[in-house]
């Protein structure tokens, strides 16, 4: 049954129509000029249940991961995974229901911010990678602990952009607040783009640091277990710059008809879902804790920390008193400042 399209006299003082109104359809739907819009299109009911079953699926396996292999910082995971089923499960409701403002909120929010929890995630992941693997547990100095802060602090920075913006994306907008809500999200989107190209530039200098250890046989071959997750990260980079790339040429191709990327739900089931859907299923297939395992794989609490400096402070204060130069009766003569010699010698090989 289509809706049936009349016109609304116009408030203003020119008199002329500024939009029109139509009389919905038995599931709510209306055409996307309409007034009383709330969707671009008319969500399909069976593709949003497809993909509430498969995003439901990957939360409870994701859940039960992270508690067998005892991985707490798997909640970024699970909460990427839960917001991707809430945005789904709200899109089958309103599939029934096109005229609830609050479905088509829901649904679009956090379908639109569920790929920044799968970020952090990587982000997350990346840098207890570093920190059981590589010999300095940094990259380019920068310590392992650090990139992962660093980089959820910036994703989080693009949630915060990227949620503001999103929160004016809404049909029953009106035009200017629609435009600035595309721009403010664009924004975010490309702030996020920016920081995945550094954060692989970090991945590709500890996949060649750990091929050059590979080189000269100083790795053991259960170590040679990060080549698999490296890869994987690879992977779920590629599919979030894929989805960004998605928004960024949706949005800045502008809401006319001229644009078919907002008005055919395809697009979005395409290049949105599915790559959030491949990049999940891939860290459940290749889950961390398959991986990083043992008390190295963790980062060390804050208690640990502090114990860490203030040994460290005082061995110093000792080895002054000594004479050494910085360096006291427990100084290990293979390593200097963090770098094993032989290390030393490998990085610096071309």
């Known amino acids: 049954m289509s809706a049936t399209v009349t016109f609304l006299p116009s408030t203003t003082a ?32 069976s593709a949003a249940i497809a993909y509430a079953v498969l ?7 994701q859940t039960a991961l992270a508690i067998f292999h005892r991985k707490g910082f798997c909640w970024a995971m699970i909460m990427g995974a839960l917001w991707e089923l809430v945005a789904f499960v709200s899109r089958a409701m309103a599939a029934h229901n096109q005229q609830s403002a609050a479905l088509s909120f829901v649904s679009n929010i956090f379908f639109l911010l ?19 693997f590589h010999p300095d547990k940094a990259i380019w100095k920068i310590k392992a602990i650090s990139i992962g802060k660093y980089f959820v602090w910036l994703d989080i920075l693009s949630f915060l952009v990227q949620g503001i913006g999103g929160t004016m994306l809404n049909p029953g907008n009106d035009a200017s607040a629609m435009k600035l809500g595309q721009n403010i999200y664009m924004a975010g989107v490309g702030g996020q783009q920016f920081f995945i190209v550094l954060f692989t530039a970090l991945i590709v200098r500890f996949h ?23 890869y994987a990260l690879y992977a779920v ?16 191709a502008g ?18 879902a599915f790559p959030m859907v491949t990049a999940i299923t891939i860290l ?44 006291d009766s427990n100084y290990e003569p293979t390593r200097v400042l963090g770098y094993n010699h032989v290390w030393k010698h490998v990085v610096d090989q071309p």
Request: charged content about 20%; proline content about 8%.
């Open 55 to 61: 995003f439901g699926i990957l939360t409870i396996t």
């Open 208 to 230: 060649l640091d750990m091929g050059r250890l590979q080189k000269v046989g100083m790795m053991q071959p259960t170590t040679l277990r990060w080549k698999t997750l490296a």
């Open 255 to 272: 809401a006319g008809v001229s644009n078919p990327l907002p008005y055919h739900e395809i697009y979005p089931l395409i290049l949105d």
């Open 284 to 327: 459940t297939v290749i889950h961390p804790g398959m991986v990083l395992k043992g008390p190295e794989s963790e980062f060390p609490s804050r208690k640990e920390t502090r114990a860490a400096k203030k040994a460290k402070k005082a061995e110093k204060k000792a080895a002054k008193n000594k004479g050494f130069m910085g360096l």
């Open 114 to 132: 569920a790929p920044l929890w799968i970020n952090a995630f990587a982000y997350m992941t990346a840098g207890r990678m570093i920190w059981t």
């Open 14 to 45: 020119t008199a002329i129509p500024s939009c029109v109104t139509a009389t919905p359809n038995k599931y709510g739907y209306v055409p996307p000029e309409a007034c009383n819009a709330q969707w671009a299109y008319s969500p399909s009911f």
């Open 237 to 252: 980079l590629a599919l979030i710059s894929m989805r960004i790339i998605y928004r960024l040429i949706e949005f800045s």
